[in-house]
């Protein structure tokens, strides 16, 4: 192909970074929803989720000694950390939709990541 020919191939438009990053947050949202043992969301509130995000957020500072103990990777641990800010979100939701329906099951409210 010659250089007059490029135009009849432009490049593939290239993905917006940002749609990956919200794919694998969600990712992570739904894996840890499915592992979570029965109750777990029921027991935390969420003020217990942001501390476990803020856990996260530290483990992906780089100026942290345990990074270099463990090893740990930035990106995984803010798309962790991601991911239990989504939990708390929907914790903060679903007390919203208990106090406004007067609903005493938990259960009856709570989304599914299907639903996100």
Known sequence: M?????????PEPQEDPSVRVIDDILAEYETA????????EETNTRNDFIAYAVAYLGRAAEKVWRNERDQCDPREMLVKAGGLVISA??????LDIMVEDDTPEFMDVIPGPENL
Request: glycine share 4%; no cysteine; hydrophobic share 35%.
């Open 2 to 10: 010659t250089r007059s020919d490029n135009h009849l191939n432009p």
């Open 33 to 40: 929803h499915k592992k979570l043992p029965p109750g777990f």
């Open 89 to 94: 979100i929907v914790a903060i939701d679903i």
